[in-house]
């Protein structure tokens, strides 16, 4: 390893174009390039794997170090100052010498599963590498650059690229680097699509065009050379009979000779076209026939999303067409329709895919950029800022960047996901969770709540206290209580701020001291100190009575309180005593009774004079001396509240029982999201804010403090008071 490298080292699975045999790009290492820093960060790549995270996070460099080493443009591959990483308080005039280094590290699968392989990969086989003797053999390709100070504004970079011989994490010697021809590394080809793009000239015939290099690579047979030569002939001929084409033809050649005397140029003359098919060739370009309009369209007739959406579907043509050749090279050599010898692996760098795309279709979109990685022949790296594009594909396709705020480099990290084999319901719940609520990875903070209320009544509560929670950069995910020390793992590895509010679920079964408990275990299998989590001030609470916290007595609620505010220091909130939709009950009662018509709210038969009427429970409930109906009601809805294995309310108080009523008819009746929604249509932003929930003034402070604290910091560390 070298002092103050700046590295790529980029690992490729390889395996030849020819059928049975692929070749992949698996991991990007950067270290010291552009925005990463000494670190070296790892990035493992798929068939296909999309970039995201947020603006000037690193994904545009990542891109371009995988350009920088095989693009098929020479001028891309141009190291300049700017790709060194400058260190944070470091001015460029104080900086004298940088080094760099690219690697890239290719495994061929055809070795690994047993097969003989090296007729399929002699570009590369002398130089392959093993890390022991029954290791699979992979090839390093690595580029190394310094920069110097000089009398040149940019400095002076020098750049070298060579296969590496000795096996990785081992200290590279000058006899472990042998000199990496162009001519190899050209069988390995990056196509690049920035962001900000104009597809026009790509998707015609110009030079340098993917286009052009299939279409001046076709074998021409002599016969239709002849042909064409012959019709272009007369073609010009015709053309040339008309009058005024004769005239402006004429009066071309005889001014010009007045002007020129150099016999090579003297006799010019005006020509509809050239007269040999590689010129005529180079005007070919794709059209569109006419259709119900009559006319017939180009290119250029495109919106830029429509031509965004064919330049891909160009590329996929060309990989397409390069299969087809390579098995015309293995199979008939002697009679190949081009003379053209495809890249072993195309890389499609995109940036961006979904600039001028209608939202409609993404979905397509994205169908088609993995149509284009499972080819044998390519892979798709991609960025993305769009929720519709990311939450499409596995989150173990996903690599997170983030721009560390300590020395402002980037880190990336890949998507934690529970044990695939060990954990597999735990594994699914949240695979598709972050599926679901994608805007998590480019959230300043997530609030993990327990379903759709939250979602509902968070970002409402939040806008009306500190303006637009959208604008705040706040996520709130609902994840019904489920597998939260996932989350925390998963939001602890990318290092976005969270806080949890949980049901207390008092009397429920699993509610009230088993929900302490269970947020007790999950902090613990997520490395918090469990002799500090376990402190009260009589002590740490042995294994024994921890193990059956669950059955504390719930009588017992000025202890049950002091473990739930104890809990808050940790950024976990309860909405106490039941859930949030009868916090919300309790605080604003009277908006969601004054939801209903005339005729409508819970109702009850009672017995006057000796005939059952039928009562609305608005019209009882305030009564001095309520009838016997009416509180059999009470006791039967506190049933249905705290479900068939809870308790029987005694932790309540009476005015929460009477409550329980409406929390049955409201939302267990009823559907949550609608009752809120249309509460909150007639709630103004000062009566949610002059009787806020005290639980929601702590938890949008702990949020505001969180927004505020910079995000990498390590809250395992946090030290709050004892029990």
């Not at 390039?33 to 970039?51: A, L, N, V």
């Amino acid at each position: 390893m070298f002092d103050n490298d700046i590295g790529i080292i980029i690992v490729i699975q390889i395996l030849d174009t020819r059928e049975g045999y692929l070749l992949k790009l698996s991991k990007l290492k950067l270290h010291n390039y552009r925005c990463f820093g000494e670190d070296e960060q790892i990035i493992k790549i798929d068939d296909i794997t999309s970039f995201i995270g947020n603006n000037s996070s690193g994904k545009t460099a990542a891109l371009l170090a995988l350009n920088c080493l095989f693009s098929d443009n020479s001028a891309d591959r141009v190291l300049k100052r700017s790709d060194f990483h400058l260190p944070k308080d470091t001015k460029p005039e104080e900086m004298d010498s940088q080094e760099l280094y690219i690697e890239a590290v290719f495994v061929f699968d055809e070795l690994e599963n047993g097969e003989e392989g090296a007729s399929s990969i002699p570009t590369f086989f002398r130089s392959l590498v093993v890390d022991n003797p029954d290791g699979t053999p992979y090839l390093r390709i690595r580029l190394e650059a310094t920069w110097e100070k000089s009398s040149n504004v940019e400095g002076a970079i020098e750049s070298k690229i060579y296969y590496i011989t000795c096996p990785e994490g081992e200290e590279i010697t000058e006899e472990c680097k042998t000199t990496a021809p162009r001519k190899d590394l050209d069988r390995i080809r990056v196509i690049y699509v920035p962001a900000v793009r104009d597809p026009s000239k790509q998707l015609k015939n110009a030079s340098g065009t993917m286009m052009h290099q299939i279409m001046n690579s076709i074998n021409w047979s002599s016969t239709t050379q002849e042909k064409v030569k012959v019709k272009i002939q007369e073609l010009n001929d015709q053309f040339l009979e008309e009058r005024g084409v004769s005239i402006l033809g004429t009066s071309i050649h005889t001014q010009w000779e007045s002007y020129d005397s150099d016999t090579r140029y003297s006799n010019a003359q005006l020509r509809f076209n050239s007269t040999d098919i590689d010129s005529s060739i180079k005007k070919s370009e794709v059209v569109f026939l006419p259709t119900v309009t009559g006319k017939e369209c180009t290119i250029d007739d495109m919106s830029d999303g429509l031509r965004s959406l064919f330049y891909i579907s160009l590329v996929d043509s060309i990989l397409d067409v390069e299969s087809k050749i390579q098995k015309e090279i293995d199979t008939d050599p002697e009679h190949v329709s081009f003379n053209h010898k495809p890249p072993i692996l195309t890389i499609i760098a995109l940036e961006e895919p979904e600039n001028h795309i209608a939202p409609h279709l993404i979905g397509q979109l994205v169908l088609n950029l993995k149509k284009i990685a499972s080819k044998n022949n390519a892979q798709t790296v991609l960025t993305s800022h769009s929720t519709a594009i990311i939450k499409r594909f596995d989150p173990e396709k996903l690599r997170y960047f983030r721009l560390d705020v300590n020395d402002c480099t980037t880190k990336v990290r890949a998507i934690t996901l529970p044990d695939k084999e060990k954990l597999a319901d735990q594994y699914k719940f949240i695979k598709e969770a972050v599926k679901a609520y994608p805007e998590l990875y480019f959230a300043k903070l997530v609030v993990l709540g327990e379903g759709d209320s939250e979602e509902i009544i968070l970002p409402k509560i939040w806008n009306a206290k500190n303006g637009d929670v959208d604008t705040s950069g706040i996520s709130v995910v609902p994840l019904g209580g489920r597998h939260v020390n996932h989350f925390w793992r998963l939001l602890n590895d990318l290092s976005i701020p969270y806080i949890t509010l949980l049901d207390l679920d008092k009397e429920r079964e699993g509610g009230g001291w088993g929900r302490i408990k269970y947020v007790l275990e999950q902090l613990i299998q997520n490395n918090y100190d469990k002799a500090e989590l376990l402190k009260t001030n009589h002590g740490v609470l042995s294994d024994e009575e921890f193990n059956g916290m669950h059955e504390w007595d719930v009588d017992d609620s000025g202890i049950l309180q002091s473990w739930v505010n104890y809990l808050e220091k940790y950024n976990v909130f309860f909405s106490s005593p039941l859930d949030i939709d009868f916090l919300m009950l309790e605080h604003y009662g009277t908006v969601y009774k004054g939801l209903l018509g005339k005729d409508e709210g819970p109702r009850l038969m009672v017995m006057e004079n000796g005939q059952k009427h039928q009562k609305y429970i608005k019209d009882i409930e305030n009564s001095e001396n309520p009838c016997s109906e009416y509180c059999a009601r009470v006791i039967d809805d506190v049933r249905h509240a705290l479900k068939e294995s809870g308790g029987d309310g005694k932790t309540y108080s009476e005015e929460q029982k009477k409550l329980m009523v409406w929390y049955t008819y409201f939302f267990l009746n009823r559907g949550k999201p609608s009752t809120h929604i249309e509460a909150f249509s007639h709630i103004s932003n000062e009566v949610l804010v002059s009787t806020i929930p005290p639980v929601f003034e702590r938890l949008i402070s702990a949020a505001e403090k969180a927004l505020k604290e910079k995000p990498n910091e390590d809250c395992c560390t946090r030290k709050v008071d004892a029990v």
